[in-house]
């Protein structure tokens, strides 16, 4: 089944065999096969290698790479029958001028975003989301004893209440605010004191309990820049591995075309005709840089010009 439009950190072309991965010597019996094999990450950032065709994850085998990572790996899933799995270099040395040597290099995360090839993103993105989990839950939240892996390492068991807790997700809206009653449409892009000169981008915020989607949309572009969302129309989602969030990627009509920027969330505001904005995603605006392209805040402003 095609799915249109991917996102970066979706398409994860892998089978994660969610039953069977909760048996531990089924999951034993894929890492001690021959065509096993697993990615490398070192802190959250991937071994890349440079190929003919272009940057992609590099790979080890499985028994080399428990080897080089033991005691810290993680069953991904099944990629046309051969299981794979990923493991995590930690600290502050690089492996890269050490244990694998020669094999690539290690690139944060958003770096790889643009240089990995859809898949290899997805695949990197889902291990990273799956380690940062792991390293924050080492304790259980109901009794605050030491929990242990499970299912792979999709999963963390407490033996002394038998608490089970699962990898989370947080959801989080991130809309394009479009006003349509002035003499042509315009659309609001905002910017964060923290960002690079001149990058501005779409809004966004977490979902809070209780919540619904559309409701999160409001009541976030009401808070950053003091507009009413009259309707809101669903495009696409993103996994976004920084640690985990899923982004719900909207397109928000606004009964007006004043807005106020916060001050907090947002220091600057910007509406722009499909023109302008095109301009923006070109790298041709004078003033303001677009979000980079594996963001699906850049996917929402291209869909939204594409529109016109």
């Known amino acids: 089944m095609a799915l249109d439009p991917v996102n970066t950190f979706a398409g994860n072309p892998l089978d994660r065999a969610g039953d069977l991965r909760n048996d531990p010597d089924w999951v034993a019996e894929q890492a001690g096969r021959d065509d096993a094999l697993a990615l490398i990450l070192w802190n959250g950032a991937p071994l890349i290698e440079e190929t003919a065709d272009g940057p992609r994850l590099a790979w080890v085998d499985m028994a080399h790479a428990r080897v080089l990572v033991p005691d810290r790996e993680l069953f991904l899933g099944l990629w046309k029958g051969a299981p794979v799995f990923a493991v995590e270099f930690e600290g502050p040395a690089d492996p890269a001028e050490g244990p694998v040597k020669g094999l690539g290099v290690f690139h944060d995360m958003r770096t790889a975003a643009g240089m990995l090839p859809g898949q290899d993103s997805a695949m990197a993105g889902c291990a990273k989301s799956l380690f940062d989990w792991r390293r924050r839950h080492g304790f259980c939240a109901a009794c605050g004893q030491p929990t242990r892996t499970g ?3 999709w999963k963390r068991i407490c033996e002394a209440c038998g608490t089970e807790h699962f990898p989370r ?11 349509m009653g002035g003499a042509e449409p315009v659309c609001l892009l905002g910017r964060q004191a923290a960002w ?28 950053e820049a003091g507009l009413t969302v009259t309707a809101v129309r669903y495009h696409s989602s993103q996994p976004w591995p920084f640690p985990s969030q899923l982004m719900i990627g909207l397109i928000a009509e606004v009964s007006d075309d004043q807005a106020t920027p ?12 499909r023109a302008e904005a095109r301009a923006v995603l070109d790298g041709a605006h004078p003033e303001i840089k677009a979000p980079p392209p594996f963001a699906i805040a850049h996917t929402l402003i291209r869909a939204w010009v594409d529109e016109g």
């Open 169 to 179: 997700v947080d959801p989080v809206t991130i809309m394009l605010p479009v006003y």
């Open 196 to 223: 690079p000169a001149g990058r501005m981008s779409a809004l966004a915020g977490f979902l809070e309990p209780g919540e619904s989607i559309e409701e999160a949309c409001a009541r976030e572009v009401k808070e």
């Open 151 to 153: 299912s792979g390492g």
């Open 262 to 273: 916060d001050q907090t969330e947002l220091e600057a505001v910007a509406w722009l005709t």
